[in-house]
């Protein structure tokens, strides 16, 4: 028989056990995030999400979270996704100042990735809740990144500039009452910014106080943009280079130890050019010379902080299957159980066995829900690295008959790569905006087009169609401008290729064309654009009465 003393230890042993299952990771985040270490944080974060299994409120605010550290690491365009998840269980229990905050965030993420609609649409729809929220930090939070819109936006617009100085004054009036200090530091200098050019004398006091305020709290981010402010006002307005020096380099001493590449790019870039001015070529050649080195590392990083590789996709459908096919034998499990008395004790051992896997193949299900949000960004990738391939290859083959093959070769995959980068940036994964896809494939062709003399016209109306009646387009054109380049023009002649696509009220119409003088009164069969043509399911008629022109209409 255990004593008493026995079953309080193991009673605490268990508890410790379960609230360490439990664990809240939130103050590692805190310090990792307040010390600019934004991967450590994102790490952090993660493993919260994965750990926890019980409270789907923690759950939400991690999602939250990762949010806001993706935009700190430059991948804001992944922040919606777990935007829309934390959403979701808040909508669920009707938490209305998790849904304001949530809709904020969103306008700052649409703000910063210069999406001017839907940050107006996040900030109007978060402006609704204003008066059901009672959190203190939401709303003063909500404040300033509203006037940031306005100031950035509407800096033109009277009306506007009233109301963004209106909104500053009153976070400014309740300073005593806003923890956040970077709020206020933001809300000055956001106050100067607006006056810089208006009323210079009036900028000052607030980018001084900015200034005090972030140097105080230790507020770097806030402490270098307020720095930078102060340099152009002393190089601008008062002509004071030595001071706007000052401020400059206070703001890349501060920037460097946070190892902010981009504030690091600035400062540079401002140090250059009021040494240059101030004749001090010394000085301007240092700077100059930095600013190139970091340029370096920035590209290095962009390339190099791409989201993980993804999980084969084959891989993903095979668990998504087996998920399925489990959740289908509990159903027969059950069924059985209700029938069958006799076959109870082994029913229930099964079902156990079943469970245990639901929960292995639940686990998987929610990491591809993390790799599916990337698989477009992959495949857009490993495309570009086969361009780079064949453009190598390309180089290296002097015969014209080799690169023609190998320039019709990349020229397609170039289209499909174009296809998938426009997919990535898209919410809606099935459709794509048909102009901004078709004007980057017209681009691809400049340099050959320029090389041959060939002048490429397009005409494109903007809406959008599904996602693979895009891509056998792409191609279609493609294989077209191709031809056309190859094939259709005499050395002397002026060469043009235009092609128009408008929207109808069912569809639409395509025209393309060139005038090419090899083609005119042939009867001409292309096998591939005929087969393209069967894909996307339209009736073409060929004219080649004066050059080679194709149309169809699309229903």
């Given at each position: 028989?255990?004593?008493?003393?026995?079953?309080?230890?193991?009673?605490?042993?268990?508890?410790?056990?379960?609230?360490?299952?439990?664990?809240?990771?939130?103050?590692?985040?805190?310090?990792?995030?307040?010390?600019?270490?934004?991967?450590?944080?994102?790490?952090?974060?993660?493993?919260?999400?994965?750990?926890?299994?019980?409270?789907?409120h923690l759950k939400a605010s991690y999602y939250i979270r990762y949010a806001q550290?993706?935009?700190?690491?430059?991948?804001?365009?992944?922040?919606?996704?777990?935007?829309?998840?934390?959403?979701?269980?808040?909508?669920?229990?009707?938490?209305?100042?998790?849904?304001?905050?949530?809709?904020?965030?969103?306008?700052?993420?649409?703000?910063?990735?210069?999406?001017?609609?839907?940050?107006?649409?996040?900030?109007?729809?978060?402006?609704?809740?204003?008066?059901?929220n009672t959190n203190l930090h939401y709303k003063y939070y909500y404040?300033?990144?509203?006037?940031?819109?306005?100031?950035?936006?509407?800096?033109?617009?009277?009306?506007?500039?009233?109301?963004?100085?209106?909104?500053?004054?009153?976070?400014?009036?309740?300073?005593?009452?806003?923890?956040?200090?970077?709020?206020?530091?933001y809300t000055l200098n956001e106050i100067g910014y607006l006056d810089f050019n208006r009323n210079p004398e009036n900028a000052l006091p607030y980018f001084l106080k900015a200034y005090t305020i972030a140097k105080k709290n230790d507020i770097k981010i806030a402490f270098i943009d307020v720095c930078i402010n102060l340099g152009r006002f002393y190089q601008q307005k008062k002509n004071d280079t030595n001071s706007a020096k000052k401020y400059y380099k206070e703001a890349v001493n501060q920037a460097k130890i946070i190892n902010n590449l981009w504030q690091i790019q600035q400062c540079y870039n401002e140090l250059k050019n009021i040494n240059t001015l101030d004749n001090n070529f010394k000085e301007a050649m240092f700077y100059g010379d930095s600013l190139n080195e970091i340029n370096s590392k920035i590209s290095f990083y962009s390339s190099n902080k791409r989201y993980e590789?993804?999980?084969?996709?084959?891989?993903?459908?095979?668990?998504?299957?087996?998920?399925?096919?489990?959740?289908?034998?509990?159903?027969?499990?059950?069924t059985v159980l209700l029938i069958s008395l006799l076959g109870v004790f082994i029913l229930i051992s099964y079902s156990k066995k079943i469970q245990q896997k639901n929960k292995l193949l639940e686990k998987l299900s929610e990491e591809n829900e993390f790799l599916i949000s990337e698989t477009n960004h992959r495949v857009n990738n490993n495309l570009q690295l086969i361009t780079l391939l064949i453009a190598d290859t390309l180089r290296k083959k002097e015969k014209e008959e080799h690169r023609n093959d190998f320039l019709r070769i990349l020229s397609k995959i170039e289209t499909i790569a174009s296809l998938h980068r426009h997919l990535y940036k898209n919410k809606n994964k099935n459709e794509i905006a048909i102009k901004d896809y078709l004007t980057e494939i017209k681009n691809n062709f400049n340099e050959i087009a320029d090389d041959k003399n060939v002048t490429l016209s397009f005409t494109i109306d903007d809406f959008q169609i599904e996602s693979e009646n895009a891509m056998y387009l792409g191609l279609l054109i493609t294989e077209l401008i191709i031809n056309s380049i190859k094939y259709a023009f005499t050395a002397t002649q002026e060469k043009i290729i235009t092609t128009?696509?408008?929207?109808?009220?069912?569809?639409?119409?395509?025209?393309?064309?060139?005038?090419?003088k090899t083609s005119?009164?042939?009867?001409?069969?292309?096998?591939?654009?005929?087969?393209?043509?069967?894909?996307?399911?339209?009736?073409?008629?060929i004219n080649t009465s004066n050059g080679f022109q194709l149309t169809f209409v699309k229903k």
């Open positions: 028989m255990l004593r008493k003393k026995d079953l309080f230890f193991f009673i605490t042993f268990f508890c410790c056990l379960y609230m360490y299952g439990q664990r809240d990771y939130n103050t590692t985040i805190d310090r990792y995030v307040s010390h600019f270490q934004y991967d450590s944080a994102a790490y952090y974060t993660q493993k919260g999400i994965k750990e926890n299994k019980e409270d789907n550290i993706l935009k700190s690491l430059s991948k804001a365009d992944s922040c919606f996704y777990f935007l829309d998840k934390a959403e979701n269980y808040f909508k669920k229990v009707n938490n209305r100042n998790e849904l304001f905050h949530i809709l904020t965030i969103r306008a700052e993420v649409s703000r910063y990735l210069v999406k001017q609609n839907l940050a107006n649409s996040y900030i109007y729809e978060a402006e609704k809740l204003f008066n059901e404040l300033n990144r509203r006037m940031a819109i306005l100031a950035e936006y509407y800096n033109t617009t009277p009306d506007s500039l009233t109301k963004v100085k209106e909104i500053g004054h009153e976070i400014l009036e309740n300073a005593t009452e806003i923890e956040d200090k970077s709020i206020i530091v590789l993804l999980e084969n996709k084959i891989i993903i459908e095979f668990n998504e299957k087996q998920l399925k096919a489990s959740k289908k034998n509990i159903y027969y499990l059950i128009s696509i408008t929207k109808e009220t069912q569809g639409y119409s395509f025209n393309y064309q060139d005038n090419g005119i009164n042939e009867n001409i069969k292309p096998k591939l654009i005929h087969q393209l043509c069967l894909q996307l399911d339209v009736n073409y008629i």
